[in-house]
């Protein structure tokens, strides 16, 4: 007799059984799964589902004195499971609709990112010089408010003003990107 066909007979005291397991390890069990999946909750909730089943099926973890110990157990299953999916998936070739819906979203975001620079550049012309120079240095060249002052031999509080006025002008000019210069 298999350890299912024993749950099976006793039906009523494993579905109890798991629905306490589910309820006092399944946070944990799924916050696991959840970052080896790498944030996908669908897959995340099927190796929880799945190492469910395998508590089910070893019904010695079940029984163990202390319920609190059949954690450790559960998540390394998890785990374990977890990394056999991400295996097989990386053995098999991707399927061809996949690859080519892939390949359309890079092309798609290439291209928009590639249209926003030029609309940001466009925009960041119609700015005074000294705006676009605080700008051009604190944003695309990456320098501090400190070392911005400096280059330009201006206070650090002057800089800020500048960048401050600089993209709220730009706001003016780029409506549509409001919301990625915060």
């Known amino acids: 007799m298999t350890a299912g066909t024993t749950l099976m007979k006793n039906g009523t005291t494993a579905d109890h059984e798991l629905a306490a397991l589910q309820r006092e390890h399944g946070r944990p069990l799924f916050a696991l799964l959840l970052r080896l999946c790498d ?14 089943v395998r508590a089910w099926q070893h ?16 998540l390394t299953v998890g785990r374990r499971l977890a990394i056999d999916a991400r295996r097989a998936r990386q ?3 991707p399927e061809v609709g996949d690859a080519i ?3 359309a979203r890079v092309c798609a975001d290439h291209a928009e990112r590639a249209a926003a620079a030029l609309d940001v550049r466009k925009a960041v012309k119609t700015l005074t ?10 944003y695309f060249h990456g320098a ?4 911005a002052a400096e280059t330009l031999g201006i ?3 002057t800089v800020k003003s500048r960048a401050y006025y600089a993209l709220r002008a730009l706001r003016r000019v780029l409506p549509g990107y409001a919301a990625d210069l915060h």
């Open 59 to 74: 019904p010695e973890a079940l029984r163990a004195d202390d319920f609190e110990s059949v954690r450790p157990w559960l």
């Open 91 to 93: 053995a098999r070739p």
């Open 155 to 157: 206070p650090p509080g």
């Open 39 to 52: 944030g996908d909750r669908q897959r995340a909730e099927d190796l929880v589902q799945e190492t469910l």
């Open 144 to 147: 501090s408010v400190a070392e």
């Open 101 to 103: 819906l892939e390949n």
């Open 129 to 138: 010089p000294e705006h676009r120079e605080v700008l051009v240095l604190v």
